[in-house]
Each structure stands twice: as structure tokens, then as C-alpha cells.
């Protein structure tokens, strides 16, 4: 946590041990310890995020009908990618992408994948429960994440989060999503 809030304080140009060792509290040795250098501390701090934000937006919606709970899911994905956090974490992907994106790995990719998984898993467990029937769940789940992403980038690069108009347009992005089901 500590980490973050430094890189989102100071940029990855001003991110430094020191920095992240005063702000936690701990000897820089500590950090060191587990994390020779800034690319594999940013790398883990990254997995660390995605983690978390993963289980947060999962949380969400949990018990409620599946367009209710991909409603509320749509919304919050929204304002937690255009929020100054989002902001962070999308430097922060694109600069792994760059670090470490030579062949290994692909961040940006990864991240996409296991959002497909998810969403897939909740879409086939609705046609295994006979709320709904797809043909095909992968195609149905890339079309969901994809205008989700889409709507995302509109919004980042027209105007600042609106919480009514995003909610209302989750609303009629899940109606109509599941209609056409």
C-alpha cells in the first residue's frame, strides 16, 4: 500500500526506495530483502492491485439477480477505471507492458483474460441454472467486456465521472446486453 500511494503521490519518475521505506515505516533493507530493484517492487506491486480489484468489483452485486449484479458491476468498473487510481494503475500496466513485455508477458492481456474467465464462468453457471441461454458464452463474454471498455475509454477521454448519468448508463447497457441474449 505504501508503495501505491507513493507511486500515485510522486510519479514513476520520483518512486523511490527511500521514499516507499519513510512512508511504510520500514528500513529500506526490508524492501530490498524481497525486491532487488524498482521493476520487480512495480511488477509485484501491480499483480498486488489487480488482485485487489478484482476481488472488489467481484464482491459486488453478490446474491443479486445476474442483470442486477452486472448493472452494479458495469457502474463501479467505470468509476474505479476513470478514477485517479484507474489513471495510476493504466500508467502503471502500460509501463510492465513496456518493462517487461518483450515476449514474457503482456499485463494488459493477462488482465483481459481473467476478466473474460470470470465473467464466462457467471454466464455459463446462468445457463446451467436455465436463467439464460447463449450459444456462445466466450463470444457473449468478450462482447460484454469489450463495450464495457469501450464505454470506458469514451468516457476517460470526454468528461470526469458522473455517478447518475454512469449508473443510468449501466442500467441500459445491462438491460439491453441481456435482452439480446
Same mark, same amino acid.
Not at 511504510?24 to 530490498?32: E, L, M, Q
Not at 492481456?109 to 483474460?113: L, N, P
Given at each position: 500500500?505504501?508503495?501505491?500511494?507513493v507511486?500515485?503521490?510522486?510519479?514513476?519518475?520520483?518512486f523511490?526506495y527511500d521514499r516507499v521505506?519513510?512512508h511504510?515505516?520500514?528500513?529500506?533493507?526490508?524492501?530490498?530483502?524481497?525486491f532487488p530493484g524498482?521493476?520487480?517492487?512495480?511488477?509485484?506491486?501491480?499483480?498486488?492491485k489487480?488482485?485487489?480489484?478484482?476481488m472488489?468489483?467481484m464482491?459486488?452485486g453478490?446474491?443479486l439477480?445476474l442483470v442486477?449484479?452486472?448493472?452494479k458491476?458495469?457502474? #463501479?468498473?467505470v468509476?474505479?477505471?476513470i478514477?485517479p487510481?484507474?489513471?495510476?494503475m493504466?500508467?502503471?500496466?502500460e509501463?510492465?507492458?513496456?518493462e517487461?513485455g518483450k515476449?514474457?508477458v503482456?499485463y494488459r492481456?493477462?488482465?483481459?483474460?481473467e #476478466?473474460?474467465?470470470h465473467i464466462e464462468t457467471?454466464?455459463?453457471?446462468?445457463?446451467a441454472?436455465k436463467?439464460?441461454?447463449?450459444?456462445d458464452?466466450s463470444?457473449a463474454?468478450?462482447?460484454w467486456?469489450?463495450?464495457l471498455?469501450?464505454h470506458?475509454?469514451?468516457?476517460g477521454n470526454?468528461r470526469?465521472?458522473?455517478?447518475?448519468?454512469?449508473?443510468?448508463?449501466?442500467r441500459s447497457?445491462s438491460?439491453?446486453f441481456?435482452? #439480446?441474449?
Open positions: 500500500e505504501a508503495g501505491w500511494e507511486l500515485a503521490a510522486h510519479g514513476f519518475e520520483h523511490t521505506s519513510r511504510a515505516r520500514i528500513g529500506k533493507v526490508t524492501i530490498y530483502n524481497r524498482k521493476a520487480e517492487f512495480l511488477e509485484a506491486l501491480l499483480k498486488f489487480v488482485h485487489q480489484r478484482r472488489s468489483i464482491a459486488i453478490d446474491g439477480p442486477e449484479s452486472f448493472c458491476r458495469a457502474a #463501479a468498473v468509476e474505479i477505471l478514477s487510481d484507474g489513471v495510476m493504466e500508467r502503471l500496466v509501463w510492465c507492458d513496456q517487461f515476449d514474457e503482456n492481456h493477462a488482465m483481459y483474460e #476478466a473474460l474467465v457467471e454466464l455459463r453457471q446462468a445457463v441454472d436463467v439464460l441461454a447463449i450459444g458464452v463470444l463474454a468478450r462482447f467486456l469489450e463495450g471498455i469501450g470506458v475509454r469514451f468516457l470526454v470526469a465521472f458522473n455517478r447518475e448519468e454512469t449508473e443510468s448508463w449501466a447497457y438491460e439491453f441481456f435482452a #439480446a441474449l
